[in-house]
C-alpha cells in the first residue's frame, strides 16, 4: 500500500512559478510510475506529467510542455512538479498517482494510487 501526500498547491498570479510536492509512505516509490493529473470544475481529469522512477523518462501533455518539469528526489522518495508561466487554464485541483506498471502512463488505468489532491489557481 501506498499513501501519497501533495502539498504546494495555491494562488498565483499569471506568468507566476508553483511547485507541487508528492510525498509518497508506506512503500518507496522505487520500481513505480508517479504522475500528475489535474482536474478543473466541470471537466473530466486529464493528464499533466508522468516520470517513471527506475531510469527516469519523464512524459508530459502538449499543454503543458516547456512550462512544467516532472523530476524525483530518491532520497525523499518524492515526487515534484514545477510549474512556470503558470496560465488561467492551468486552475484545477491537481492530483499525484502512482502505479506499478509504466505503460500507457498518459491515462489513468496505470495509477492504483491517488493522493487527495491540492488546489492552484491562477487568476490573469
Known amino acids: 500500500q501506498v499513501q501519497l501526500v501533495e502539498s504546494g498547491g495555491g494562488s498565483v498570479q499569471a506568468g507566476g512559478s508553483l511547485r507541487l510536492s508528492c510525498a509518497a509512505s508506506g512503500r518507496t516509490f522505487s520500481s513505480y510510475v508517479v504522475g500528475w493529473f489535474r482536474q478543473a470544475p466541470g471537466k473530466e481529469r486529464e493528464f499533466v506529467a508522468a516520470?517513471?522512477?527506475?531510469?527516469?523518462?519523464?512524459y508530459y501533455s502538449d499543454s503543458v510542455k516547456g512550462r512544467f518539469t516532472i523530476s524525483r528526489d530518491n532520497a525523499k522518495n518524492t515526487v515534484y512538479l514545477q510549474m512556470a508561466s503558470l496560465k488561467s487554464e492551468d486552475t484545477a485541483v491537481y492530483y499525484c498517482a502512482a502505479g506499478r506498471t509504466p505503460l500507457l502512463v498518459t491515462s489513468i488505468t496505470p495509477y492504483d494510487y491517488w493522493g487527495q489532491g491540492t488546489q492552484v489557481t491562477v487568476s490573469s
Open positions: 516520470i517513471v522512477w527506475v531510469g527516469g523518462r519523464t
